[in-house]
């Protein structure tokens, strides 16, 4: 079985910074990409990032020049280094896995609330 575990959500003011980390443990092979999403209240889950692979980044551009996704490889892990937060940033953030380009892994959330 595959788990994905994210971590490093929290509370933090408008304008801080936080990183989240997301691990990937199991029986996974020939992982594709790895990216982060995230579900505001009442909001449809969206992409915020992704990296494949060989490295290649995509960001929604909403947080273009404010979050960065970085991964290693070696140890099935992404991170998402998040700066100048804002209020509407605050959502549940999923990471995903993806192996074989069609067989997805979930993560089960970390909550990321920014106050104003």
């Known amino acids: 079985q595959v788990q994905v575990v994210e971590s490093g959500g929290g509370l933090v003011q408008a304008g801080g910074s936080l990183r989240l980390s997301c691990a990937a443990s199991?029986?996974?092979?020939?992982?594709?990409?790895m990216g982060w999403y995230r579900q505001a209240p009442g909001k449809q889950r969206e992409l915020v990032a992704t990296?494949?692979?060989?490295?290649?980044?995509d960001y929604a551009e909403s947080v273009k020049g404010r979050f960065t996704i970085a991964r290693d490889n070696a140890k099935n892990t992404v991170y998402l280094q998040m700066n100048s937060l804002k209020p509407e940033d605050t959502a549940v953030y999923y990471c995903?896995?993806?192996?074989?380009?069609?067989?997805?892994?979930w993560g089960k959330g970390t909550l990321v609330t920014v106050s104003s």
């Open positions: 995903r896995f993806t192996a074989r380009y069609i067989i997805h892994y």
């Open positions: 199991g029986s996974i092979f020939s992982i594709n990409a």
């Open positions: 990296v494949t692979s060989s490295g290649s980044t």
